[in-house]
């Protein structure tokens, strides 16, 4: 199994400021078809269902704010939110789809 | 615009068989794809259970493979998940997911109790 370890398990941020959560595989995740690394990042809140956020490490959804980019490649990724907002609160995912699915522990993210 | 679309029942006996389907509108199941679900007990993460290929091929989580089953019907263009055996534990909120790229269903509750 691809092994999805993500850090910090929380944060605190002030309001306006960069929040940035990292994502490390335990093997390549990079799909050679497109050359895109199969990595997603999800935000979830209290009684929803996971929201995508970004895909191929660094495509976002339709209709998600440009203050959400994601990054890396290989085996490191990070999620960064450039000005956190009070509507951010929430644990984020990473996941890998390369093979199977597999989830980092989360990441909960609140206001300082 | 691809979508899936969770069912089954909310209220499982300890002991029985947990049944859920998977309806998906937008795209053939059959034509391309992975399809897999994922379940996340009551304050806890994400746990992938089980996937399907577009031609059929299975994979299986090793710590459920005994109880699990996942399973298309091309003509209804959905996928099920079959789990047996359950206990507490397995109560969850349980999602039927596109694998690459992502697209998630909104999920539905299971409970497991007498």
């Known amino acids: 199994d691809i092994v999805m370890t993500q850090s910090p398990d929380s944060l605190a941020v002030s309001l306006g400021e960069r929040a940035t959560i990292n994502c490390k595989s335990s093997?390549?995740?990079?799909?050679?078809?497109?050359?895109?690394?199969?990595l997603a990042w999800y935000q979830q809140k209290p009684g929803q269902p996971p929201k995508l956020l970004i895909y191929?490490?660094?495509t976002r959804e339709s209709g998600v704010p440009d203050r959400f980019s994601g990054s890396g490649s290989g085996t490191d990724f990070t999620l960064t939110i450039s000005s956190l907002q009070a509507e951010d609160v929430a644990v984020y995912y990473c996941q890998q789809y390369y093979r199977t699915l597999t989830f980092g522990g989360g990441t909960k993210v609140e206001i300082k | 615009q691809v979508q899936l679309q969770e069912s089954g029942p909310g209220l499982v006996k300890p002991s029985e068989t947990l049944s859920l389907t998977c309806a998906v509108s937008g795209v053939s199941i059959s034509s391309a794809y992975w399809w897999s679900w994922i379940r996340q007990p009551p304050g806890e993460g994400l746990e992938w259970i089980a996937e399907i290929s577009h031609g059929g091929t299975t994979n299986y989580k090793p710590s459920l493979k005994s109880r699990v089953t996942i399973s298309m019907d091309k003509s209804k263009n959905q996928f099920s998940l079959r789990l047996s055996s359950v206990t507490a534990a397995d109560s969850a909120v349980y999602y039927c997911?596109?694998?690459?790229?992502?697209?998630w269903g909104k999920g539905t509750t299971v409970t497991v109790s007498s």
């Open positions: 997911v596109r694998n690459n790229p992502p697209v």
């Open positions: 093997q390549s995740i990079l799909y050679s078809s497109n050359n895109k690394n199969c």
């Open positions: 191929w490490a660094s």
